[in-house]
């Protein structure tokens, strides 16, 4: 059944640093509707509301949940809340785009997408990249031979993070690590470039809390090509990706909110895209309203499968690197 509302109304639960930046271009879109915030904190859902311009703040998740004037929520809490609280909303009949990971490990992942499908309703793991047009142009010329056979790309995704062992990244109780938090972006990369990922190692670093702040990983590909990816807090910082043809290569600064990608060949720049749009999570925000207004009860350009496969991955690095145990 397609969706019927001239609007389609939002309400988000988590108001920090992630919700700001989405926010803020969430009022650039058309049709979409600012309609509430919620936060344990009521003064600071009332803040937040203010800020951005939604209509509504509430004090718990429950009522946020109850307003028949909401049709999607967005979670942005830590990710050891994701399977509870979005569960919460597809059972209030509210769609859901959630941040990544959608949950923490496979298993969770599995079980909140039967849940959904089982609603029928719409839920999405948000994984913006994809949907960027330099990331989306770099498909293109993979895929029509641009840098020739392509065997190989590179990926990192590293940063100088917090040392405070209570701190989100650093803390297992809130499925702190390097992998659940960045290193999805590495290895969401080479499977959207180089196809389903057929074997993976990984080594990594763990922390005094045990979670890894350190990973490095090797996807090889049923296409043949291979994958090098790193991710760390506890590092310089590098963001940038590289994938290497036979004929060329393609360089991606900064790749999980790439505005820029350019083609190189014999050393020297032959051809650059820039993208001017301005923001990095609006063409994902479109494509959840479209996926809506169509009936669909995932996006295409990220899938259920594309989720799952992605989570069943990381759980492979991080038992590898001994941070995590599968049983």
Same mark, same amino acid.
């Given at each position: 059944?397609?969706?019927? $509302?001239?609007?389609?109304?939002?309400?988000?639960?988590?108001?920090?640093?992630? #919700? $700001?930046?989405? @926010?803020?271009?969430?009022?650039? *879109?058309?049709?979409?509707?600012? *309609? #509430?915030? @919620?936060?344990? /904190?009521?003064? $600071?859902?009332?803040? =937040?509301?203010? !800020?951005?311009?939604?209509?509504?703040?509430?004090?718990?998740?429950? !009522? &946020? =949940?109850?307003?028949?004037?909401?049709?999607?929520v967005?979670?942005?809490?830590?990710?050891?809340?994701h399977a509870d609280l979005s569960r919460a909303a597809l059972t209030a009949g509210k769609a859901v785009l959630c941040e990544k990971p959608l949950t923490p490990s496979f298993r969770e992942s599995e079980e909140l997408i039967q849940f959904a499908r089982e609603k029928g309703l719409f839920l999405m793991e948000a994984m913006k990249t994809g949907l960027l047009p330099a990331i989306r142009k770099t498909r293109e010329w993979i895929r029509s031979g641009a840098i020739g056979e392509v065997r190989l790309a590179q990926a990192d995704f590293c940063f100088q993070g917090p040392t405070d062992p209570e701190d989100r990244?650093? /803390?297992?109780? &809130?499925?702190?690590?390097?992998? &659940?938090?960045?290193?999805?972006?590495?290895?969401?990369?080479? $499977?959207?470039? &180089? %196809?389903?990922?057929?074997?993976?190692? #990984?080594?990594?670093?763990?922390?005094?809390? %045990?979670?890894?702040? *350190? @990973?490095?990983?090797?996807?090889?590909?049923?296409? %043949? #090509?291979?994958?090098?990816?790193?991710?760390?807090? *506890?590092?310089?910082?590098?963001?940038?990706?590289?994938?290497?043809?036979?004929? %060329?290569?393609?360089?991606?600064?900064?790749?999980? @909110?790439?505005?820029?990608?350019?083609?190189?060949? /014999?050393?020297?720049?032959v051809e650059a895209i820039e993208d001017s749009s301005g923001g990095m999570v609006r063409a994902e925000i479109e494509a959840v309203m479209e996926a809506l207004r169509q009936g669909e009860t995932e996006c295409p350009e990220h899938a259920h499968e594309d989720t799952l496969a992605l989570a069943r991955w990381m759980d492979e690095i991080r038992c590898q690197i001994g941070s995590w145990d599968r049983a």
């Open positions: 059944m397609e969706f019927l $509302r001239e609007t389609i109304g939002w309400g988000l639960i988590g108001p920090g640093r992630f #919700a $700001r930046e989405f @926010a803020s271009e969430l009022a650039e *879109v058309p049709r979409a509707r600012r *309609v #509430a915030v @919620a936060s344990r /904190n009521r003064e $600071r859902a009332s803040s =937040f509301a203010t !800020d951005f311009g939604f209509e509504k703040a509430y004090g718990s998740y429950e !009522d &946020l =949940f109850a307003d028949p004037e909401i049709d999607v967005y979670v942005v809490v830590p990710h050891v809340f990244l650093m /803390n297992p109780d &809130l499925a702190g690590g390097a992998v &659940l938090d960045v290193g999805i972006y590495p290895l969401f990369l080479q $499977r959207f470039f &180089l %196809g389903e990922i057929r074997s993976l190692s #990984a080594k990594g670093h763990l922390s005094s809390t %045990g979670v890894e702040d *350190v @990973a490095a990983f090797v996807t090889e590909h049923e296409s %043949g #090509a291979v994958g090098i990816s790193q991710c760390s807090f *506890v590092s310089e910082e590098s963001m940038g990706a590289r994938i290497l043809g036979s004929e %060329g290569e393609i360089r991606i600064p900064r790749f999980h @909110a790439a505005t820029r990608v350019s083609l190189w060949k /014999n050393g020297e720049e």
